[in-house]
């Protein structure tokens, strides 16, 4: 009966399908608040957006002055010019500026994607550990009540010496793997605070991942590649190739320049306006055959991009539905074998021997634990499609 009763406490262990996305929300959110990469690119960020506004408007303003003498007499000279290109020249120069920023901040979706995808794996590898010890803490406290029993049936004569060094070293085995495992968590741990900026970040989270409740289709993927960081930023590049063609032309028309001169000759004022005009013949030479080279390359690189980030996204919602349907069909088998129960009359009813007790015993844990694994493996995914679909 005392065995019986020990055996039966192993079906409290099979794996939960409770769900949950609060915690992970909640990491995020501190993450966002104190990852020391992400508020460094978020400053990088306002910089490149000022610098993109620089270089846009007039250049400074020049001002001369010449003194000259002779024996008839003294010449000074003042000269205040403003030179400035062709007006649609700033129109070109505003709008790459807007798109620069743009891409800029694109920039910053990707580093911030990149973190909390990085956090998604940290986080489903946590909830696993976290559930996995809870199975091993289980199955220990039971082999050492089983420990106990194996003394007392030693002593009563029931078993014998082998039968119960194999329980003690049972006993041992499940002790070292939690222990090993504890000590995965703690690393874990030190993965998170460094995310967290270096502030420590418990997570005993045990609950998996709440599916997305919605139905995975074209419009839901394409719904995540236009929001998504990498999709604008190309986005950004092949329109900036696009406005500096225009501008590259722009370069090509006139160049002005105006202002006012004064002039002193043996004391007779001259005053007036000064005009000049610029015409590009070799400066700019081969440029506007560049930037159409430039945008051919950008256009191409665009699409490849596109397409690469198409098959990963597609990927990982074919991995998350085979990985779920596994995890399904297993829990279902697994929940209906009764492994436990038989293995407990056969034993009692000395139909198998202590080792092939323990032999069936151990399938029965490494199943379990297998199951977390690719519950594990579930959640970083369906974790890694909450990150993107939020973008």
């Known amino acids: 009966m005392k065995n019986k009763k020990l055996l039966y406490v192993l079906f409290w262990l099979l794996p939960s399908f409770s769900f949950s996305q609060e915690g992970f929300i909640a990491f995020l959110d501190s993450i966002s608040a104190n990852n020391q990469q992400l508020i460094s690119a978020g400053q990088l960020a306002e910089a490149d957006k000022k610098q993109a506004y620089a270089g846009i408007y007039l250049s400074n303003p020049t001002v001369s002055y010449d003194r ?85 049936r030693l002593d009563a004569g029931e078993a014998t010496i082998f039968e119960a060094n194999r329980v003690r070293s049972e006993v041992a085995r499940a002790k070292s793997e939690r222990q090993l495992l504890e000590v995965q968590r703690q ?74 001169r004064q002039d002193t000759n043996a004391g007779q004022l001259y005053f007036g306006f000064h005009a000049g005009l610029s015409i590009p013949l070799f400066e700019n030479k081969n440029a506007v055959e560049a930037a159409k080279a430039r945008q051919l390359y950008v256009a191409e690189e665009a699409q490849a991009q596109t397409l690469t980030l198409q098959s990963k996204l597609r990927q990982l919602v074919a991995e998350l539905t085979a990985t779920r349907q596994a995890v399904e069909e297993l829990q279902a088998l697994f929940s209906t074998l009764n492994t436990l129960a038989l293995l407990e009359k056969a034993y009692s009813a000395g139909q198998i021997s202590y080792t092939e007790f323990f032999a069936e015993y151990d399938h029965y844990w490494q199943t379990a634990l297998y199951i977390e694994e690719l519950n594990q493996k579930a959640a970083a995914l369906q974790l890694q499609l909450y990150v993107w679909s939020g973008i």
């Open 68 to 152: 000259l003498s002779s024996p008839i007499g003294n010449y000074s000279e003042m000269l205040l010019t403003q030179s400035f290109d062709y007006p649609t020249t700033y129109a070109r120069k505003k709008d790459i500026a807007h798109l620069s920023a743009s891409q800029t901040e694109a920039t910053l979706g990707q580093t911030k994607l990149a973190i909390f995808s990085n956090a998604a794996g940290v986080y489903a590898a946590l909830i696993g550990v976290n559930r996995k010890l809870k199975i091993l803490k289980q199955r220990e406290d039971m082999l050492v009540k089983l420990e106990q029993v194996s003394k007392t």
């Open 187 to 260: 690393s874990l741990l030190l993965t998170v605070a460094e995310l967290n900026g270096g502030e420590g970040y418990e997570i005993s989270d045990t609950l998996l991942p709440l599916p997305l409740q919605v139905a995975v289709n074209d419009t839901f993927l394409t719904g995540i590649m236009t929001r998504h960081p990498q999709q604008h930023f190309w986005e950004d590049q092949v329109q900036m190739a696009t406005q500096y063609i225009s501008l590259q032309k722009a370069f090509n028309l006139p160049k002005f320049e105006a202002g006012y």
